[in-house]
């Protein structure tokens, strides 16, 4: 270290972050738990990372688009069926997924087993999504689409209201 250096005070590089198993905010949604490993306070708001379990049939949001961030999934266990316009991909363990701005998406797990995978979010924002969303279902009454879409909004996303629903039970 040189002595400009010693003078000038401690370095304030950013700080590392780790989260261990266990730790991170849990945010509920029906039958997925999503675990938030970082919300964006340590990236900048640059990134945010999310393991989500998808529990055995859960159905997944309808298809939607963001508009100002990319999506990653990474599958670390089961398969997820991603809903892309008007195709289906299962994507199995140790497949990547990425989501640019402006793709309707969708995704569920059709399977008799649970699901795990690993979401980016560039930049953060979408990660407050969730926390509204949770508060939504834990209110006083069931939200309303309108409420649900309310939300969305206020984080660049909308729904593909231009494609039809998706069976996610129809095979590829």
């Known amino acids: 270290m040189t002595e400009e250096t010693r003078a000038s005070g401690p370095r304030t590089d950013p700080a590392v972050s780790v989260v261990g198993p266990g730790d991170g905010e849990t945010i509920v949604l029906g039958t997925t ?37 990319d999506e990653g999934f990474y599958i670390l266990s089961g398969t997820v069926r991603f809903t892309v316009g008007h195709e289906n991909h299962d994507a199995a363990a140790g497949t990547l997924v990425m ?6 998406h969708t995704f ?3 399977s008799d087993q649970s699901a795990v995978m690993l979401s980016t979010f560039t930049p953060d924002l979408y990660v407050q999504y969730f926390r509204d969303l949770q508060a939504l279902l834990t209110g006083d009454r069931p939200p309303t689409p309108q409420a649900t879409i309310d939300t969305m909004s206020h984080y660049a996303t909308e729904p593909a209201t231009d494609l039809a629903p998706v069976a996610h039970e129809r095979e590829s």
């Open 33 to 69: 738990r999503m675990r938030v490993l970082e919300d964006g306070s340590h990236t900048g708001h640059r990134l945010a990372i999310a393991e989500s379990v998808l529990a055995p049939h859960t159905p997944g949001p309808p298809q939607h688009r963001h508009s100002e961030h």
């Open 99 to 104: 989501v640019p701005p402006g793709t309707p």
């Open 108 to 110: 569920a797990n059709v």
